[in-house]
């Protein structure tokens, strides 16, 4: 179980397959994001629509609210969601530092997030009660979840770290990586006695855009021989050069035969980079969140709905997009549900943006396979235009 084949390489880029108990996984792929137990607003059956293989949930959220162990006693997230397809959760490390500053319950002042060697001290961002996460804490929250990917705690250290936080910070994710792994030893031993499925763990690379802490930091993980591997704290501030510099600086430093995730990574350039640079695997919130703000990928550039001269267009969103959207419904009519606040543009802006992520991995995976990735590469780039 979690074999990973690799198929066809064109230069770095990849086509493989990665193998769970709930499907296998065809990469490079891209993961809708179903961070409270859904993607907002779309259902599960139009994911299927698009061609979706794989899901990721947010363990800091689902631990606050429905809470963990009543999923675990709901018989998982896979029954819990309806959603019988691999899913991967998030250690919540991200969500603890980004989110713990912004509790609703700010009481006195106090710091809502304090990191230690154990562990890290938060409030809630639902009500502002105080949570402890740690290693082990966070394996035993996702074993509870039931995903079939799972990930270490790390810290996510800001992108602008000095040096030397970004240094401790790193180390203090290597110690925790350690950790995970011994309870995630122990989590397999008790999910075969009960007869459950495996869970893959994957680590997770630090180091901010320091290249010598990012070396450091892919040697130290390699070492562990664990199902996939991670790269964290990237696109959050740092440029786009400074993200591909450091993908490139860690790669002679990792197993080929393991699934490579770039965490939190969603715009159509990035994907096509990231591929470019062996990434298999990528998620983020962005295209339901833009869509929601009236912004739409397409094929020369992201089209913001709202504006003017959308106004009576009768073209689809994108001419080169196959979704039911682009198919069905003009630029005009979208334009006039945003314009009057009906709920329905945003659905349909959410859809079609995760179909054309989605489709671009499956395209770039096809193209590999065929030897022609490189020519998509620049035909993709003759057209797209960052806006």
Not at 242 to 263: F, G, S
Request: glycine share 6%; charged share 30%; hydrophobic share 35%.
């Amino acid at each position: 179980m979690f074999n990973y084949t690799l198929e066809k390489t064109e230069n770095k880029a990849r086509a493989g397959i990665f193998e769970t108990e709930h499907g296998n996984i065809e990469t490079p792929i891209f993961m809708p994001v179903w961070t409270k137990a859904t993607v907002k607003s779309i259902i599960k059956e139009e994911l299927d629509e698009m061609g979706a293989e794989i899901i990721l949930n947010n363990t800091y959220h689902l631990y606050l609210r429905p809470w963990d162990e009543l999923i675990k006693n709901f018989w998982w997230l896979h029954t819990f969601q309806n959603y019988h397809k691999p899913i991967l959760t998030d250690s919540g490390g991200f969500q603890v530092f980004s989110l713990g500053e912004n509790s609703r319950k700010n009481i006195a002042n106090e710091k809502m997030v304090k990191i230690t060697e154990e562990g890290v001290h938060f409030r809630s961002v639902v009500d502002g009660s105080k949570h402890f996460f740690s290693p082990e804490k966070v394996m035993d929250i996702q074993s509870n979840l039931g995903a079939d990917i799972i990930m270490a705690f790390d810290e996510c250290a800001p992108w602008d770290s000095t040096r030397e936080y970004a240094e401790k910070a790193m180390k203090r994710t290597h110690n925790w990586l350690e950790r995970c792994y011994s309870q995630w030893q122990i989590n397999e031993k008790k999910r075969a006695e009960e007869w459950l499925h495996k869970q893959a763990l994957f680590w997770i690379i630090q180091g901010v855009t320091y290249d010598d802490l990012r070396r450091e930091s892919a040697k130290f993980v390699s070492a562990l021989d664990l199902p996939g591997i991670a790269i964290g704290g990237l696109s959050v501030g740092e440029s786009k050069e400074d993200m591909y510099r450091i993908i490139e600086t860690v790669e002679p430093y990792l197993p080929i035969n393991k699934p490579r995730y770039l965490m939190g990574v969603g715009t159509p350039e990035d994907l096509i980079e990231g591929i470019a640079r062996w990434i298999d695997m990528f998620d983020c919130v962005l295209p339901t969140r833009i869509g929601r703000h009236g912004s739409a990928f397409g094929t020369y550039g992201n089209i913001k709905i709202k504006n003017e001269i959308h106004k009576l267009s009768d073209k689809g969103l994108d001419e080169e997009c196959q979704c039911k959207v682009c198919k069905n419904y003009s630029r005009w009519y979208l334009r006039h549900l945003m314009m009057e606040n009906e709920i329905l543009w945003l659905r349909l802006l959410s859809y079609h943006n995760l179909y054309f992520l989605i489709h671009l991995t499956k395209k770039a995976r096809k193209a590999i396979k065929e030897w022609n990735f490189e020519v998509m590469r620049s035909d993709f780039w003759k057209k797209y235009k960052i806006n």
